[in-house]
């Protein structure tokens, strides 16, 4: 496996201040007190890791049929019957059980959220929305809300909803456990224009002009004549036909990547991935611009933090936060990423795992049955045998 870089900096200044992603916490522990020194570095260990603490689920039926959910290490039999259908989430898995009830396992529990199966629900990282008849719910850190008003159209991030409630005439926003009317007037007859990234709405005003609600702010990112934007986490990409300029929004900061339209764009975390219109492959990650190759590779695709990319045959590679990783000269034929890992067939026919910036052989038995969720690997050894990675380790 390869590491390299190649980038120039944007925003120079800002990159300085508040672009910084590491924090360091200096605390002082007495030295005879246990139970306070213990409160003392988990403390220190939710503010300096929080995305430790989720993540770490994977759901399956085993041979006997019983849904069974994978957590932090532990596997639970969630339910004796065959379920109707699930989703993984960062923090819970989502469910209808063979009673067309709606359940989610959270916290080692299962638990009934509705009597009756919903017509959509969705397991993000950090939140589960679900929605039936007009009206939408939201489960969020262990707690069930109805969310106000009639809902027919709205879209979901990992940590925020945006909805047009018919009933009020307001849209509105649910983020971090709390609602609010978007601060803007939009075209009711047109609520289709809004789409959601992690943390952030992009959408079109009733004036024509493209906006951003980020951080409980409305950002207005300065163009009424824009084809198309796409949004990741704290970010928005879109094309400005006025100016002719491919340019990104990032952290309420407007940069102009391109001054023409590139082939082809996808949003993640943090990041925007592109082929300029010279062919040339960058991505833009928080604050810089890299140039991965001057030859726009034959497929790429952007998930969360992972942007993976190769041609059909050859180079099979791996971008992570701010790296570009060779993992394989062969590009496999089967593969499955998710968050920060990337699970994959080697030419050999052996199951391999990128992450935390390194390839690991997970088995020594061959097998092609696996599935990636999260950071959570499941995967087959014979009929009945179903084993897990997680945290380095084999379960």
């Known amino acids: 496996m390869i590491a390299c870089t190649n980038h120039q900096h944007l ?9 910084a992603s590491t924090q360091i916490i200096h605390l002082v522990i007495p030295k005879h007190n246990y139970l306070l020194s213990l409160l003392f570095y988990l403390f220190a260990c939710l503010i300096v890791e929080p995305h430790l603490y989720g993540q770490n689920m994977s759901a399956y039926s085993d041979y006997r049929n ?17 379920v109707k259908g699930f989703k993984v989430g960062g923090n819970g898995v989502a469910y209808i059980d063979n009673n067309d009830n709606f359940k989610v396992f959270y916290n080692g529990t299962s638990n009934i959220l509705l009597d009756i199966a919903p017509s ?19 489960f969020d850190n262990g707690k069930s809300t109805r969310l106000p008003g009639w809902v027919n159209n709205y879209v979901v991030g990992d940590s ?3 909805y047009y409630d018919e009933n009020s005439g307001y849209y509105k926003i649910y983020y971090n456990g709390e609602l609010t009317n978007l601060p803007d007037a939009i075209d009711v007859n047109n609520p ?28 207005d990112l300065g163009t009424n004549h824009v084809s198309s934007y796409k949004s990741g986490a704290s970010t928005v990409a879109f094309m400005d036909e006025y100016s002719q300029s491919f340019k990104v929004f990032y952290d309420g900061n407007i940069a102009t990547m391109e001054t023409l339209a ?13 082929v300029d219109a010279n062919n040339n492959f960058k991505i833009f990650y928080r604050g810089n611009l890299f140039t991965i190759s001057t030859i726009a590779p034959q497929f790429y695709t952007v998930t969360d933090n992972m942007v993976v990319f190769g041609t059909d045959n050859v180079n099979f590679s791996v971008f992570h936060k701010g790296k570009t990783y060779l993992l394989e000269r062969n590009t496999p034929t089967n593969y499955q990423k998710d968050l920060n890992a990337v699970a994959y067939l080697d030419s ?10 390194e390839v690991k052989q997970v088995a020594t038995i061959k097998t092609t049955n696996y599935t990636l969720t999260k950071n959570v690997l499941m995967y087959n050894i014979g009929m009945n045998d179903i084993r897990f990675f997680w945290n380095g380790k084999q379960y």
């Open 11 to 19: 925003y120079r200044h800002k990159i300085n201040t508040c672009f």
């Open 66 to 82: 019983y849904f069974m959910v994978f957590d932090n290490g532990i596997s639970y039999q969630a339910e004796y019957l065959p």
């Open 120 to 138: 959509d629900y969705r397991a993000t990282n950090d939140i589960i929305s679900f929605y039936n008849n007009q009206i939408l719910y939201v």
């Open 160 to 162: 925020i909803i945006g």
């Open 192 to 219: 289709t224009s809004f789409v959601a990234g992690d943390n952030i709405l992009a959408y079109i005003n009733i004036d024509g002009k493209l906006k951003a609600y980020y951080h409980n702010q409305v950002y």
């Open 262 to 274: 590139p082939q082809s764009f996808q949003a993640g975390d943090n990041l925007i991935a592109y």
């Open 348 to 357: 050999y026919g052996y199951l391999k795992l990128f992450i935390n910036d």
